[in-house]
């Protein structure tokens, strides 16, 4: 029988990172993605690197990991260039945060004040500073909150950067290749079974996604991942749309490189379903238009969804199965796996390797914690 170090279960960017990871620091781990690399949520990812922006007020555990991870960025994009020669598309032009109801700036000043409470930049910008910065954004704007240090990277070069660098460093990857359960014998992984054969291996780690939950549930183990449905298009235009990315009510919209903009994404919990529905696209469309109005004349480009994998607490699941030795899980990083798979890479390979070098607590993402919802 075939025979690894470490058995990595999805070629997201979550196993793809961890590969990597483990590579740097001299573990040799085998992917097994049942499609293609980066072919699920991966794949259809905006790509923001939202460690403010998609927390709100929220400064506990997932906000420490995600600012963590963000600050991984600007070295990680140049280590991965050099190794790989792509190019993660890595721009670091802010996020803003538009206010049109005069309702919500007391929260979202009061969002500011947490921000800065917590060591990090945010700054309101006036409705005239805000036309002067983004011209095409539809007047009547009461301010908005402007984060210089949410950028983004174009996802699925993220994915195939971590691959194809963890690959230049000893590992390996096999695509179409669906593991069926996982091989144990006295509370210790002994490797899994794949629709190529069995693999022996010390350790497993499960990176599944939003079907991560079906192969822990053969342990009698219940991750509570959900998939959770999310639409996007872009459009191509003559002239760049906007500088930083902006968030409104209902939608984002993200200036990518080569004057492509993603306008997304549809929150559709419960479906496995990747179909694109006129519905989502129109919901989409009409947000947009209300905060850029000139998006109606770009170009349109494609429409695409991806599914997200949630857990109740909407905290990710990190670290060893608490019986079961060998066996790691790294899932449930719902809207911000983009985001958050450096420091998850980090943190694995530091579980795999026994040690702790990043300095951000692994605890509250154990996955045998206790769910408060
Ligand atoms: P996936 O990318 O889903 O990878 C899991 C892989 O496991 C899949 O390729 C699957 O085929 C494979 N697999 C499953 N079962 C098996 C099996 N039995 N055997 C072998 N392989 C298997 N995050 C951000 O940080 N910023 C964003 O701007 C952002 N925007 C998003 C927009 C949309 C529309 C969506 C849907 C998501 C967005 N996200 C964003 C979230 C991000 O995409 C996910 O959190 C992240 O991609 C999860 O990565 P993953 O590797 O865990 O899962
Ligand atoms: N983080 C953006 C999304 O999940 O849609």
């Given at each position: 029988m075939e025979r690894y170090d470490v058995v990595i279960v999805g070629g997201g960017v979550i196993g793809s990172a961890i590969a990597y990871f483990l590579a740097k620091l001299g573990r040799k781990a085998l992917i097994l993605e049942r499609e293609r690399m980066a072919s699920q949520a991966s794949g259809a990812a905006a790509g923001m690197l939202g460690a403010q922006i998609e927390m709100g007020l929220d400064t506990g555990p997932l906000f420490q990991l995600a600012r963590f991870s963000r600050s991984l960025f600007p070295e990680l994009s140049t280590e991965l260039r050099e190794l790989s020669g792509v190019d993660i598309g890595l721009t670091q032009k802010g996020t803003l945060r538009t206010v049109y109801r005069d309702t919500e700036v007391a929260h979202f000043q009061d969002m500011i004040k947490r921000q800065h409470e917590a060591g990090e930049k945010a700054e309101w910008l006036t409705a005239g500073e805000l036309a002067a910065r983004e011209p095409n954004l539809r007047e009547g704007a009461y301010g908005a909150v402007y984060i210089p240090q949410d950028g983004h990277v174009v996802a699925p070069e993220l994915t195939k950067a971590f691959a194809l660098s963890a690959v230049r460093l000893g590992a390996e990857i096999r695509e179409f290749v669906e593991v069926s359960s996982l091989m144990l014998k006295d509370y210790q992984v002994q490797g899994v079974l794949t629709s190529a054969g069995p693999i022996s291996c010390n350790h497993v780690i499960l990176?599944?996604?939003?079907?991560?939950g079906r192969l822990a549930a053969q342990l009698g183990f219940n991750l509570g991942v959900y998939p959770v449905k999310g639409e996007c298009f872009s459009v191509v235009s003559?002239?760049?749309?906007?500088?930083s990315t902006v968030f409104s009510d209902d939608c984002y919209i993200v200036p990518k490189p080569g004057l492509r903009t993603i306008i997304g994404a549809t929150v559709k919990p419960g479906s496995f379903n990747r179909q694109v529905t006129l519905a989502g696209i129109d919901q989409l469309l009409q947000s947009a238009k209300q905060v850029l109005p000139s998006i109606v004349d770009a170009e349109w480009e494609k429409a695409w969804a991806g599914i997200r994998p949630q857990t109740a607490d909407g905290l990710p699941y990190l670290g060893?199965?608490?019986?079961?030795?060998?066996l790691t899980f790294a899932t449930g990083h719902y809207r911000n796996g983009i985001l958050l798979s450096p420091a998850t890479g980090m943190m694995i390979a530091d579980v795999v390797n026994g040690v702790a070098t990043t300095g951000v607590d692994i605890h509250p993402f154990a996955p045998n914690r206790t769910v408060q919802v």
């Amino acid at each position: 029988m075939e025979r690894y170090d470490v058995v990595i279960v999805g070629g997201g960017v979550i196993g793809s990172a961890i590969a990597y990871f483990l590579a740097k620091l001299g573990r040799k781990a085998l992917i097994l993605e049942r499609e293609r690399m980066a072919s699920q949520a991966s794949g259809a990812a905006a790509g923001m690197l939202g460690a403010q922006i998609e927390m709100g007020l929220d400064t506990g555990p997932l906000f420490q990991l995600a600012r963590f991870s963000r600050s991984l960025f600007p070295e990680l994009s140049t280590e991965l260039r050099e190794l790989s020669g792509v190019d993660i598309g890595l721009t670091q032009k802010g996020t803003l945060r538009t206010v049109y109801r005069d309702t919500e700036v007391a929260h979202f000043q009061d969002m500011i004040k947490r921000q800065h409470e917590a060591g990090e930049k945010a700054e309101w910008l006036t409705a005239g500073e805000l036309a002067a910065r983004e011209p095409n954004l539809r007047e009547g704007a009461y301010g908005a909150v402007y984060i210089p240090q949410d950028g983004h990277v174009v996802a699925p070069e993220l994915t195939k950067a971590f691959a194809l660098s963890a690959v230049r460093l000893g590992a390996e990857i096999r695509e179409f290749v669906e593991v069926s359960s996982l091989m144990l014998k006295d509370y210790q992984v002994q490797g899994v079974l794949t629709s190529a054969g069995p693999i022996s291996c010390n350790h497993v780690i499960l990176c599944a996604g939003a079907w991560s939950g079906r192969l822990a549930a053969q342990l009698g183990f219940n991750l509570g991942v959900y998939p959770v449905k999310g639409e996007c298009f872009s459009v191509v235009s003559a002239r760049p749309l906007l500088t930083s990315t902006v968030f409104s009510d209902d939608c984002y919209i993200v200036p990518k490189p080569g004057l492509r903009t993603i306008i997304g994404a549809t929150v559709k919990p419960g479906s496995f379903n990747r179909q694109v529905t006129l519905a989502g696209i129109d919901q989409l469309l009409q947000s947009a238009k209300q905060v850029l109005p000139s998006i109606v004349d770009a170009e349109w480009e494609k429409a695409w969804a991806g599914i997200r994998p949630q857990t109740a607490d909407g905290l990710p699941y990190l670290g060893a199965h608490p019986d079961w030795q060998g066996l790691t899980f790294a899932t449930g990083h719902y809207r911000n796996g983009i985001l958050l798979s450096p420091a998850t890479g980090m943190m694995i390979a530091d579980v795999v390797n026994g040690v702790a070098t990043t300095g951000v607590d692994i605890h509250p993402f154990a996955p045998n914690r206790t769910v408060q919802v």
